[in-house]
């Protein structure tokens, strides 16, 4: 399988010292001692004669990492190279990234790097990161798909990032089949439809043993027994049903192994229809009312199972609005936020502002850069989830009923907006082990199909959308907006939101639980040992140390302090029932709900119209909503109670440190949110201690988490930090080139001499 | 080691959210409380309490209350609202004042006063149409926020407060000099200018080239817009690179020259050895430069200025920048654009000018620090090249990023070089449609806040004292940005009759203090002049808005860190019981100290 490079089986160890600096030399310009060979332009340097001089080095293999091919010598271009030049070095495909590796000593890569990535750093492309391959020639560039690559190759390829880094490698020095065969290998591995067992996670931990000893240090629920499933209900003081039936997936197979549905559900219920329509319970408020979300039946259709569809319809929507005070709404998501392929569409269009070749364009789209963020819809998108959201905790927490999203496969919207409820409503969701949890119990769990959404396998593009990415983003929103009431930091949502694309962890790897059972089993079968054991991404000892795992946590918390710690609310029963009479009911109130004793009348209403929308029109929900949060909005703000997100124009904004971390233009050097938490985590290790020295008795911990990777680094802080570290401390200034000249609006150039009017005064 | 002394104030007080629509500068000052509103020393009333008026509040709609008015305000207070609507409006930032509906109006509230201020609100009030109050209000308002189109005093002569401190003596030119070193062999310091001769727009010291003679500068001085000839604003300490400020070469149509210009921009290029060219920035559009011409104005020509490189810098004049912030009045009250609010953002035009000052000020800051001299000006040398030379100097001088530095780069830059407040302002003048009226100074304020934003640890003041600062740049209640120049200011005696704004900052010293300041030693900070990095200053320009939740993000840090200090007793407990133990490290002692003087938590590092 290793297919080594014509150029890389040579060198070996030896000649390191005369190897490294001819390789040095052809660098150009960036060798730090300047030979006579530095003055040689690359072209010139005999390309045999280089490779013999050359010192090949390899990659630090992982596990179960294997390389396909290579070749060299590759220069990559890079964006903060005054120069222009590039480094010269290899390139490698392997099972798991493409690698480059310089042929310059990497002294100054090894200082400063608090934040490095174990599987990868920063010059490896994993796999299943590569978003797109353009082939460069001129200054323009042209997209590669796959099947497109015939024999030829171009001398220059540009690799744009799911993580938004962009590569540019030039071919051109390389011999010519070497050049040939680590296109095509790229282009091959990263494009073209492949098994799941090609993905490198099978490989990596058939080698790696990850004892489970760490997936128990854990304290992340998994949401894989029974009993996780138990404890959240009673931490939420839920009242429903604990279903193990499908224990085998003997039900269904979209649905997991246990879930919790309301007490009225009963056995054969879940039978009928594959497990679709049954409402599945997500979290109880302390009211007692539920949120529960389900798979859609297509209730519209006109066969002859339309008639037992509404009938189970109805019966599920009772068992759900006998869950707390005979109330339920219900809402069917996909009828008022974007569809999956729209959040795609966006997402493709807001995420080409980040992913710049050079400096001349990034200032070309400056100038216009509102109104193209604003065409891209991205943030309305985050507007729209939010806003529903709040909606949905409006229902819960002002009106106390129980609630039911729906969605055709329930496993996207559902789960974005189920989870932002919960973040909303609960600040468990908000501590570092609470979201995480949150990620397993609402989209592991919950079946989101996240190998269709990451479309690791390039099969259909069509199912291929960023809906977890969309949740981080709405989380980033409460994130910045309310920032002492999360214990994770806006580092910790950018490293989730990349792990996504590392292919590594079985978190993102399947489409449902019983997808990632049938994927595990068979394995296990043959090579008679136990069910393949692969990482999941909540271990993050497999990426980073726990110096690193420092910058996660949010130095701003405010932990609730033991005093504040008050049980839990017990149900506080609010008399709805002469609320909400029946006949006013599904006409003109927007707060729909109904008694036991309706259900003569209910099912009637069933039959004509469905029971859809809860608050209709829209204008109604809007102005309630906009009461709901102004209300909230009034009260003293509590960051361990209820959190709205302001949803304003101005309040939503970009995700500065996720798409601008890699573009040199706007680095902030010297500035820089991390400065403001570097600030503050020494502030915090000075109180400590002061309060240590303060108090004899008490033995006062002076290492605080996100003190230690900080407070000790003399790293240059920069706004990119700690995902970039600029080697070359730039004192040059970025100067806008591409200044807007039509600024002047109409009649005032010809005026430019107002101050040559008189002075009034003396 | 050198005991890094910072001072951090934890202000736990919420006071001010109580208020929803009401005015930010919190003045907790001795005021006199009289019949339940709080006068400053010198306040008069000028007028009753007025019932039945009705404030027509954009976000709350109609509230009933009573309205009263004194030579430095109007003050309104909500009846049976709770929590109650209070407006607390310095007359200065009204801008106009007009009547709305007549006898014949019908609707509800469409008979009374509406009144636009200066700072980013509207406020209408609806008034009973029997008896004269409308006319009366009117009247007194009229005469009261325009008091010098009514041969009245503004109140800042009129304030009887008393400081501590005399805040007009922060700025000392000639102490600020020394700092920089100054003067040495190439500079010297001319009083030349003492009884305004030279240039009436001027201060009264001025640093000039060594080699160049008094009568050299008088000859200079002819061939300058308003005789504001080139002199230094500030002199790199290491590579001896100098920023000097002037207005246009009265070029003209014809193209004239002027040997004596030529000589001593020369003779300020070879003050530095290392500055083969003299860079000279041209704030203005070409276009404008060239339009100039034709009003006698103009810029270095090529043959003229051999040893020179002229730059322009594309930054908008005075009107342009009025329009701009017109329209971003518009999207923003009473209510925030919902729509299309990025592309309204947009289209404002706003940040985009922003960008290009600040950029403008980058490439200034950039060639000084490579160490080259450079000469700004714009047409005349008070609007665009105060900001430029400002905003330059806080890039490159980490003292004026400092709480006493940022107010002397203020007197200096500002106040003392004569950019034209009660012009750009209109200090008590009822002449809102001013042509001359231009927001440059908030402008510039807005690009230090950005980069506040940009480096939260480098600047020693909050933002709220940059809002501070914009209140009273309107408010009239201090001395400091009345008048247009210095001349103008000692014929009227501010110094002897106002108070400085600065003797009521500095006697508030904590309140404006970033506790997350760092000392660094980076000498030279450049901002990010990218539409990326640039935000609307939202805590200033939609601050009446309750709904946009008062998003400062130091505010909630602060609050949430004094959760993480553990609550002000606790802490009281703490230090208590380190002084029981006499704790001898200095920093514990001025911890305790500090602990004890303070209402509010204050931590000494």
């Excluded at chain 2, 030693?521 to 939202?538: D, G, N, T």
Aim: hydrophobic residues 35%.
């Amino acid at each position: 399988m290793l297919s080594g490079g014509g150029g890389g089986s040579g060198g070996g160890g030896g000649g390191a010292g005369g190897g490294g600096g001819a390789g040095g030399g052809s660098g150009g310009g960036r060798s730090p001692k300047p030979s006579f060979v530095s003055y040689v332009t690359p072209e010139e340097i005999n390309l045999t004669e280089k490779e013999i001089s050359r010192k090949e080095k390899q990659p630090d293999l992982l596990q179960g990492e294997v390389i396909f091919c290579s070749a060299s010598p590759i220069r990559k271009c890079t964006q903060d190279d005054f120069s222009q030049r590039g480094i010269f070095g290899s390139l490698f495909c392997t099972n798991f990234r493409i690698s480059f590796i310089s042929d310059e000593t990497q002294l100054e890569e090894e200082e400063g790097q608090v934040f490095k990535n174990k599987l990868y750093g920063e010059n490896d492309i994993p796999l299943t990161c590569v978003d797109n391959i353009y082939r460069g020639f001129d200054e323009k560039k042209k997209l590669i798909t796959s099947g497109s690559v015939r024999n030829k190759y171009p001398s220059k390829i540009i690799i744009h990032c799911k993580d938004l880094r962009v590569f540019q490698f030039s071919l051109a020095f390389a011999k010519e089949e070497d050049a040939k065969k680590i296109f095509q290998g790229i282009v091959h591995h990263c494009l073209e439809p492949k098994s799941l067992k090609c993905i490198f996670a099978f490989s990596y931990s058939e080698k790696m043993t990850f004892s489970s000893e760490n997936q128990t240090k854990l304290k992340t629920v998994m949401f894989d027994s029974m009993v996780d499933w138990a404890q959240e209900m009673k931490r939420t003081k839920g009242n429903c049903k604990l279903v193990s039936a499908n224990a085998d997936f003997n039900i269904s197979t979209k649905l997991p192994q246990f879930f919790i549905v309301p007490l009225a559900v009963s056995e054969e219920d879940f039978t009928q229809f594959q497990g679709k329509g049954i409402p599945i319970w997500c979290w109880s408020h302390h009211s007692g009312c539920a949120l529960f979300k389900t798979a859609s039946l297509p209730l519209m259709q006109e066969d002859g199972c339309s008639q037992s569809y509404r009938t189970y319809m109805e019966r599920m929507l009772n068992a759900v609005a006998q869950n707390h005070l005979y109330s339920v709404k219900t809402e069917e998501l996909p009828e008022t936020l974007p569809t999956i392929q729209d959040i795609q569409q966006s997402y493709n269009k807001f995420k080409q502002f980040f992913l710049v070749d050079n400096t001349t364009e990034f200032w070309m789209s400056d100038v216009k850069w509102f109104s193209s963020l604003e065409n891209s819809g991205w943030l309305d998108i985050i507007r729209q989830c939010l806003t529903k959201a709040v909606e949905v905790v409006e229902c819960l927490e002002n009106e106390n009923t129980n609630v039911l999203i729906m969605e055709e496969e329930g496993s996207d919207l559902c789960c974005v907006i189920s989870s932002l409820v919960q973040v909303m409503l609960d600040p468990h969701f908000r501590t570092l082990e609470g979201f995480q949890s949150l990620v397993q119990k609402e989209w592991v769990a919950g079946g989101h199909h996240f190998l269709d959404r990451c479309n690791y396998l390039h099969k259909d593009k069509e199912l291929q959308s960023p809906v977890f990415l969309l949740f981080l983003e709405c989380v980033w929103q409460l994130l910045q907006q309310y920032a002492p009431a999360f214990q994770f930091s806006e580092t910790y949502l950018t490293v989730l939101s990349d792990s996504v694309d590392v292919s590594v962890f079985s978190t993102f790897l399947f489409n449902s639980p019983h997808h990632r059972a049938t994927t595990i089993q068979p394995v296990s079968l043959l090579a008679q040992k136990g069910p393949l054991n692969l990482p999941t991404v909540w271990d993050w000892s497999v990426q980073f140390n726990s110096a690193a795992q420092d910058f996660f946590t949010n130095p701003l918390y405010v932990e609730k302090s033991r005093q504040d710690k008050v049980p839990r609310k017990t149900f506080r029963p609010k008399h709805q029932r002469h609320q909400s009479l029946p006949s006013t009911a599904f006409k003109s109130s927007p707060k729909k709900s109904f008694f036991k004793d309706e259900t003569d009348s209910l099912k009637k209403m069933l039959r004509v119209k469905r029971i859809s929308r809860w608050l209709n029109p829209t204008d109604l929900t809007q102005s309630t909503t906009r009461e709901f949060y102004e209300a909230w909005q009034r009260k003293p703000l509590d960051y361990h109670g209820l959190l709205l997100p302001c949803v304003d124009g101005p309040a939503l904004r970009v995700w500065a440190q996720r798409y601008l971390r890699w573009l040199p233009e706007v680095q902030i050097f010297g500035g820089g949110a991390m400065t403001l938490e570097k600030k503050l985590v020494d502030l915090l290790a000075e109180v400590r201690e002061l309060r240590g020295k303060l108090d004899w008795h008490c033995s006062v911990d002076f290492s605080h988490r996100g003190a230690a990777a900080l407070a000790g680094s003399s790293v240059r802080l920069s706004s990119a930090f700690p995902f970039f570290v600029s080697r070359t401390w730039s004192f040059k200034p970025a100067i806008p080139s591409c200044l807007q000249k039509n600024l002047i609006t109409g009649t005032f150039a010809d005026k430019e001499d107002e101050d040559s009017e008189c002075l009034g005064v003396i | 080691m050198a005991e890094i002394e910072s001072c951090f104030v934890f202000n736990a007080s919420t006071k001010q959210s109580i208020f929803l629509c009401f005015q930010a500068s919190n003045e907790s000052l001795k005021m006199e409380l009289l019949a339940d509103v709080p006068l400053l020393p010198g306040e008069e009333r000028v007028i009753g309490k007025y019932k039945d008026i009705i404030y027509i509040c954009p976000f709350n709609g109609p509230v009933k209350g009573r309205v009263f008015i004194t030579n430095y305000r109007l003050f309104f207070r909500s009846v049976d609202v709770d929590p109650a609507v209070t407006l607390n409006v310095p007359l200065g930032v009204i801008s106009r004042v007009e009547k709305m509906g007549g006898a014949s109006s019908r609707g509800e509230n469409s008979y009374g006063l509406d009144i636009t201020c200066k700072d980013m609100r509207n406020l209408r009030f609806a008034l009973k149409q029997e008896g004269h109050s409308r006319r009366d209000i009117f009247d007194i308002l009229f005469r009261y926020a325009f008091p010098l189109s009514h041969g009245l005093q503004l109140f800042a002569f009129l304030s009887q407060e008393k400081y501590q401190e005399n805040g007009w003596t922060v700025y000392n030119p000639v102490q600020e000099f020394r700092r920089q070193g100054l003067p040495n062999d190439q500079w010297r310091i001319t009083f030349l200018n003492n009884n305004y001769e030279l240039c009436d727009t001027y201060p009264t010291i001025l640093v000039v080239p060594y080699s160049a003679s008094d009568e050299d500068l008088r000859k200079v001085a002819t061939f300058r817009s308003r005789g504001r000839i080139p002199v230094l604003s500030w002199i790199h300490p290491e590579n001896q690179a100098v920023i000097t400020r002037c207005s246009q070469p009265l070029v003209g149509m014809s193209g004239k020259r002027n040997r004596d210009d030529e000589r001593y921009l020369d003779i300020i290029r070879a003050t530095n050895k290392m500055t083969s060219k003299l860079t000279i920035f041209d704030a203005r559009p070409n276009v404008n430069a060239v339009a100039n011409k034709a009003t006698g104005g103009g810029y270095e020509g090529e043959d003229a200025y051999q040893n020179a490189e002229l730059v322009f810098l594309d930054i908008h004049n005075i009107h342009v920048m009025r329009e701009s912030l017109k329209k971003l009045k518009d999207i923003v009250y009473p209510n925030v654009e919902e729509s299309h609010w990025l592309s309204s953002l947009e289209s404002t035009h706003w940040l985009e000018h922003i960008k290009l000052v600040l950029s403008g000020a980058i490439q200034v800051a950039d060639k000084i620090s490579t160490g080259s001299s450079v000469v700004v000006h714009c047409s005349d040398g008070w609007d665009r090249t105060a900001q430029l030379t400002s905003l330059a100097m806080l890039m490159l001088d980490s003292y004026y990023r400092t709480f006493r530095g940022f107010q002397v780069l203020l007197e200096k830059e500002w106040i003392s070089f004569g950019h034209k407040f009660a012009s750009r302002i209109g200090h008590g003048d009822k002449n809102h449609a001013d042509a001359d009226r231009s927001p440059i100074f908030l402008q510039f304020i807005d690009c230090v806040w950005q980069m506040t934003k940009q480096f939260p640890t480098a600047f020693e003041f909050n933002e709220r004292l940059l809002v501070a600062v914009l209140d009273h740049l309107y408010s009239c209640r201090f001395g400091t940005f009345l008048y247009n120049c210095e001349s103008a200011r000692d014929a009227n005696e501010v110094k002897m009759k106002t108070v400085s704004l600065w003797s009521f900052i500095n006697s508030d010293r904590a309140s404006y203090i970033n506790p997350f300041y760092t000392v660094e030693f980076v000498h030279v900070l450049y901002p990010v002049a990218s539409m990326r990095h640039l935000e609307l200053w939202v805590s200033y320009y939609i601050r009446w808005n309750p709904r946009i939740r008062q998003q400062v993000r130091k505010g909630q840090i602060c609050s949430s860190s004094t959760h993480l200090l553990g609550s002000t007793s606790q802490d009281h407990i703490c230090i208590l019981q380190l002084c029981q133990r006499g704790c001898t490290s200095v920093k514990m002692r001025s911890y305790c100290k500090m602990g004890f003087n303070g209402v509010e938590m204050l931590l000494y590092f």
